[in-house]
Protein backbone atom coordinates (compact mmCIF):
# COMPACT_ATOMS: atom_id res chain seq x y z
CA UNK A 1 0.00 0.00 0.00
CA UNK A 2 1.78 3.26 -1.09
CA UNK A 3 0.77 6.96 -0.39
CA UNK A 4 2.50 9.97 -2.44
CA UNK A 5 4.87 10.80 0.27
CA UNK A 6 6.48 7.46 0.67
CA UNK A 7 9.89 6.35 -0.23
CA UNK A 8 11.06 6.67 -3.87
CA UNK A 9 10.26 3.04 -4.87
CA UNK A 10 6.15 3.92 -4.23
CA UNK A 11 6.61 5.86 -7.33
CA UNK A 12 6.75 2.79 -9.74
CA UNK A 13 3.21 1.37 -7.45
CA UNK A 14 0.47 -0.25 -9.22
CA UNK A 15 -1.96 1.04 -6.55
CA UNK A 16 -0.68 4.73 -6.04
CA UNK A 17 -3.86 5.89 -8.14
CA UNK A 18 -6.02 2.78 -6.47
CA UNK A 19 -9.04 4.40 -3.99
CA UNK A 20 -7.41 4.04 -0.73
CA UNK A 21 -10.89 2.70 0.45
CA UNK A 22 -10.48 -0.72 -2.03
CA UNK A 23 -7.21 -1.18 -0.21
CA UNK A 24 -7.33 -1.16 3.41
CA UNK A 25 -10.49 -3.94 3.45
CA UNK A 26 -10.71 -6.99 5.34
CA UNK A 27 -11.32 -11.06 4.93
CA UNK A 28 -12.40 -11.70 1.37
CA UNK A 29 -11.93 -8.81 -0.02
CA UNK A 30 -7.87 -8.98 0.69
CA UNK A 31 -7.76 -11.65 -2.34
CA UNK A 32 -8.60 -8.90 -5.02
CA UNK A 33 -6.28 -6.38 -3.21
CA UNK A 34 -3.53 -8.55 -3.41
CA UNK A 35 -4.32 -9.51 -6.96
CA UNK A 36 -3.15 -5.65 -8.15
CA UNK A 37 0.34 -6.42 -6.09
CA UNK A 38 0.72 -9.55 -8.26
CA UNK A 39 2.06 -7.45 -11.12
CA UNK A 40 3.73 -4.32 -9.67
CA UNK A 41 7.52 -3.59 -10.11
CA UNK A 42 7.79 -2.57 -6.59
CA UNK A 43 6.49 -5.75 -4.99
CA UNK A 44 9.39 -6.60 -3.25
CA UNK A 45 10.27 -3.02 -1.91
CA UNK A 46 6.92 -2.69 -0.86
CA UNK A 47 7.08 -5.97 1.24
CA UNK A 48 10.16 -5.30 2.63
CA UNK A 49 9.12 -1.74 3.98
CA UNK A 50 5.78 -3.06 5.81
CA UNK A 51 7.94 -6.10 7.39
CA UNK A 52 10.90 -3.68 8.06
CA UNK A 53 8.51 -1.61 9.44
CA UNK A 54 6.63 -4.02 11.22
CA UNK A 55 2.92 -2.29 9.48
CA UNK A 56 -0.12 -4.50 10.99
CA UNK A 57 -2.78 -3.08 8.59
CA UNK A 58 -3.55 -3.38 4.48
CA UNK A 59 -2.13 -5.70 1.91
CA UNK A 60 1.49 -4.43 1.34
CA UNK A 61 3.49 -6.20 -1.37
CA UNK A 62 0.95 -9.08 -1.74
CA UNK A 63 0.60 -10.04 1.30
CA UNK A 64 -2.23 -9.45 4.53
CA UNK A 65 -1.63 -8.51 8.00
CA UNK A 66 -1.57 -12.03 8.84
CA UNK A 67 1.07 -13.52 6.31
CA UNK A 68 3.26 -10.67 7.44
CA UNK A 69 2.62 -11.98 10.66
CA UNK A 70 3.88 -15.56 10.03
CA UNK A 71 6.77 -14.23 7.98
CA UNK A 72 8.33 -12.61 11.20
CA UNK A 73 7.20 -15.35 13.19
CA UNK A 74 8.76 -18.00 10.69
CA UNK A 75 12.14 -15.53 10.73
CA UNK A 76 12.56 -13.08 13.86
CA UNK A 77 16.06 -12.74 13.42
CA UNK A 78 15.70 -11.05 10.33
CA UNK A 79 16.88 -7.39 10.94
CA UNK A 80 16.57 -6.30 7.52
CA UNK A 81 14.12 -7.79 5.01
CA UNK A 82 14.76 -5.06 2.52
CA UNK A 83 18.14 -6.67 2.42
CA UNK A 84 17.00 -10.28 2.59
CA UNK A 85 14.32 -10.07 -0.20
CA UNK A 86 16.65 -7.89 -2.46
CA UNK A 87 19.77 -10.34 -1.76
CA UNK A 88 17.08 -13.21 -2.89
CA UNK A 89 15.65 -11.49 -5.84
CA UNK A 90 19.31 -11.14 -7.40
CA UNK A 91 19.94 -14.51 -6.60
CA UNK A 92 17.01 -16.00 -8.30
CA UNK A 93 18.06 -13.07 -11.23
CA UNK A 94 21.49 -14.95 -11.18
CA UNK A 95 19.83 -18.59 -11.57
CA UNK A 96 17.33 -17.75 -14.18
CA UNK A 97 20.14 -16.24 -16.18
CA UNK A 98 22.26 -18.90 -15.98
CA UNK A 99 19.88 -21.41 -17.06
CA UNK A 100 18.73 -19.22 -20.16
CA UNK A 101 22.51 -19.21 -21.24
CA UNK A 102 23.21 -21.21 -24.55
CA UNK A 103 24.64 -25.02 -24.18
CA UNK A 104 24.73 -24.27 -20.27
CA UNK A 105 24.40 -27.60 -18.99
CA UNK A 106 23.19 -29.28 -21.67
CA UNK A 107 24.54 -32.95 -23.30
CA UNK A 108 25.97 -32.34 -26.07
CA UNK A 109 23.22 -33.85 -29.23
CA UNK A 110 25.07 -36.82 -31.62
S1 LIG B 1 2.90 -4.46 -4.14
FE1 LIG B 1 0.70 -4.06 -4.00
S2 LIG B 1 0.44 -2.77 -2.20
FE2 LIG B 1 2.60 -2.74 -2.76
S3 LIG B 1 2.89 -0.96 -4.04
FE3 LIG B 1 2.48 -2.68 -5.38
S4 LIG B 1 0.28 -2.73 -5.73
FE4 LIG B 1 0.67 -1.40 -3.95
Do not use: Y
Request: charged letters at 30%; glycine letters at 10%; a neutral charge.
Amino acid sequence: MVTADRESWGAGAVCLTADPDDLFVEGAAQNQTKALCTGCPVRTECLAHALDHRIEHGVWGGTTERERRALLRRRPTVTSWRRLLETARAEHGRQSTARQEPGEGRAQAG
